[in-house]
């Protein structure tokens, strides 16, 4: 579902920033054996020392990769869909293998998997015991653990079930429900935008979890397909380019002190905007029959007008 749109927003988003920093020129572009400008020159030197700066591959770095390889292959694996995952071993252990499992179990290895090698040669020839050390300590993972966001998203998980058993989502829901007299479209790019903005400043885990609550149940008061509304809202909670604090790669590349909150805020708006058009495309296009999104699902609900006292 997501591919063809990841494509077309990976196209759109590098011909947006190449015409913003590089400038646009197709015919010089496409010219074979052209020389390069300063501007890409100077980008060139610059990836080249940044790369340099990396050094070999480590062995810590070796595990890391492997063990999120398996993490990975393990998400997979685990209830593919198309054929019995390995969480058919717990089935008299429902609930216990989950997603959440891998990462803890992938988690607890870094602990257990010795940094360096077990045994050392001394000068004398002699190969003897070094000393253990994991790959990660308990004062290491605590000094860099985002607890803050731990306890964001989790404050996020528990005030969406809140709102659920409350009522509040459906309560909020029926009063939304006088936006079904707009077309689904601009119902469907409302909230888009409302969940593109949300997760400028809120971490994407959160947003979600705070509003698919309330967005599922305005869908069943307007009478709509609910993955027609929940779908572009969970793909666009992906779109979060305009600030530092929008997720952490942001504030990677802000950290380095090169770029200014307007740099940042100028080049991500039109990457949102190329985000949220192909989602709006993708949604009446393929995403359609895909899901069958002109059904009132069997699944959902059903269609009530009950309001809450």
């Known amino acids: ?42 980008c060139a030197e610059v990836i080249k020392q940044q790369y340099q700066k990396l050094g070999p591959i480590r062995y810590q770095e070796i595990v890391t990769l492997v063990l999120f390889i398996v993490m990975a292959l393990l998400w ?15 089935s008299e252990y429902p609930g216990f293998a989950t997603d959440s499992t891998v990462a803890l ?17 001394i000068p004398t020839g002699e190969t003897v015991a070094s000393d253990y050390s994991p790959l990660i300590t308990w004062k290491e993972f605590q000094s860099f653990m985002p607890w803050d966001i731990a306890i ?12 659920e058993e409350s009522g509040l989502s459906k ?15 601009l119902i469907i790019l409302i909230s888009s935008l409302l969940v593109t903005s949300l997760t400028e400043v809120a971490s994407n885990p959160a947003t979600i979890t705070l509003l698919l609550p309330i967005l599922s149940p305005l869908a ?13 809202s969970t793909l666009c909670t992906s779109f979060a380019f305009l600030l530092p604090v929008a997720n952490p ?11 200014k909150v307007t740099d940042m805020v100028k080049a991500g708006l039109g990457v949102n905007i190329v985000g949220v058009a192909v989602v709006m495309l993708g949604m009446f296009t393929w995403i359609v029959p895909m899901f069958d999104l002109h059904t009132y699902p069997s699944w959902a609900p059903a269609v009530s007008n009950e309001t809450i006292p």
């Not at 790669?249 to 770029?259: D, R």
């Open 249 to 259: 790669p942001n504030a990677i590349v802000f950290s380095y002190g090169h770029l």
């Open 76 to 90: 997979f694996s685990r209830d593919p869909g198309f054929m019995p995952g390995w969480s058919v071993l717990f």
């Open 1 to 42: 579902m997501s591919f063809p749109a990841a494509i077309i927003i990976l196209l759109l988003s590098w011909i947006w920033l190449q015409w913003l920093f590089l400038g646009f020129n197709f015919k010089e572009m496409a010219r074979c054996g052209k020389t390069a400008t300063a501007k890409q020159k100077a």
């Open 152 to 163: 964001l998203v989790g404050g996020g998980f528990a005030l969406a079930d809140g709102c």
């Open 105 to 121: 179990l992938v988690g607890l290895l870094f602990f257990l998997i010795p940094a360096k090698r077990l045994t050392k040669t």
């Open 220 to 232: 069943e008061a307007i009478q709509v397909n609910p993955l027609y509304i929940l779908l572009p």
């Open 171 to 185: 309560w909020i829901g029926n009063k939304l429900s006088p936006l079904g007299s707009l077309p689904v479209w």
